[in-house]
């Protein structure tokens, strides 16, 4: 079980890409009464963020660029506070993509990965929600089960 009394990344800053922000403000929720979530699929910046990232890493395509944060700054570390299972989640993959157990040490190098995979993987995120004849909710369902088979 997750400890939920644990955040190594609260001092961290959080990155997209600069110019995806109105992109990825229509694919985010944020309790907006006048989004449904069949519109509006993700609840959070830091959702969008996390899956960004995760299929930057699914796809192969996950590298260390340095340009993630580069982007603007959506958010510190401190919004992962009630994720513990997402903390320990990207403890596990930057291990896995770095092949380094002593990664996990380096809070600031995990967020900087997490950063660049984001910024990689938002644009198909972006197409994912936003292509196809149907509601952005509908189009990423569709997609990560495919993904999954």
């Given at each position: 079980?997750?400890r939920?009394?644990r955040?190594?990344?609260?001092s961290e800053?959080?990155y997209?890409?600069?110019?995806?922000?109105?992109?990825?403000?229509?694919?985010v929720?944020?309790?907006?009464?006048?989004?449904?979530?069949?519109?509006?699929?993700?609840?959070?910046t830091v959702?969008?963020?996390?899956?960004?990232?995760c299929?930057?890493?699914?796809?192969?395509?996950?590298?260390q660029?340095?340009?993630?944060?580069?982007?603007?700054?959506?958010?510190?570390?401190?919004?992962?506070?009630?994720?513990?299972?997402?903390i320990?989640l990207?403890?596990?993959?930057?291990?896995?993509?770095?092949?380094?157990?002593?990664?996990?040490t380096?809070p600031?190098q995990?967020?900087?990965?997490?950063?660049?995979w984001?910024?990689?993987?938002?644009?198909?995120?972006l197409?994912?929600?936003?292509?196809?004849?149907?509601?952005?909710?509908?189009?990423?369902?569709?997609?990560?089960?495919?993904?999954?088979?």
């Open positions: 079980m997750a939920t009394d955040n190594p990344f609260q800053d959080l997209l890409p600069k110019g995806i922000r109105k992109d990825v403000d229509s694919v929720n944020r309790k907006r009464k006048d989004f449904p979530v069949e519109s509006s699929p993700l609840y959070r959702d969008f963020w996390f899956l960004a990232a299929l930057a890493v699914q796809s192969g395509k996950a590298k660029t340095g340009n993630g944060s580069k982007g603007f700054k959506f958010n510190d570390g401190t919004v992962l506070r009630d994720s513990a299972t997402r320990e990207m403890e596990l993959v930057a291990i896995g993509e770095t092949g380094d157990p002593k990664i996990v380096n600031t995990i967020v900087n990965l997490f950063n660049d984001a910024a990689i993987g938002s644009a198909d995120l197409d994912i929600t936003n292509s196809g004849e149907d509601l952005p909710l509908r189009n990423l369902v569709t997609s990560l089960l495919e993904r999954t088979k």
